[in-house]
């Protein structure tokens, strides 16, 4: 089993239960492979928490870089296509963990800015993400379309 798929299973796990969720025993429940294997690849649970979140904030990362061509109407698709449920369980983790509040902080930064690039400066760009995340704590991914769409045609830009 290769560490990526440790990662995998930690995502599954984090967006299931929260970081309450990211324990040894149900990471090796889930992946079936033993304690040892574990250690293997990771050698303590900060270590994978600290990989997890990398393995996370570069999957985001990448989102980013693939719509550098797309315009701001590309909003609603791109956001939607965020797992909502890992987004919610990453920034909960981010209240009481210091490496995930400094990962959240970088990616939102980066989210910013791409958002400042397409629509009418760094202000309208944090109107918008902020409703985003308050529209993901309401309730997660479903109804989001219309509120992003209404959203999106109420800024300038």
Known sequence: MARADWLEAGTALLAGGG??????????????????A??????????????LLGHWAEANRARIAAAEGQD?????????GLAAGLEQAVRRW???????????????????AWLAQRLEGAAAARLFYAAF??????????????PLARLRRSLPG
């Not at 981010?94 to 910013?112: I, Q, T």
Request: proline fraction near 4%; include cysteine; charged fraction near 20%.
């Open 19 to 36: 970081a309450a969720a990211l324990t040894i025993e149900r990471l090796c429940a889930l992946t079936a492979r033993s304690k040892g």
């Open 133 to 146: 995340i308050g529209l993901l704590e309401l309730g997660g991914p479903e109804g989001l379309d219309e």
């Open 94 to 112: 981010a209240a009481v963990h210091e490496a995930a509040r400094a990962e959240v902080a970088a990616l939102d930064g980066l989210r910013m």
């Open 72 to 80: 701001a109407a590309a909003l609603p698709e791109l956001a939607l």
């Open 38 to 51: 574990f250690y293997h690849h990771f050698g303590a649970m900060p270590a994978f928490e600290r990989a």
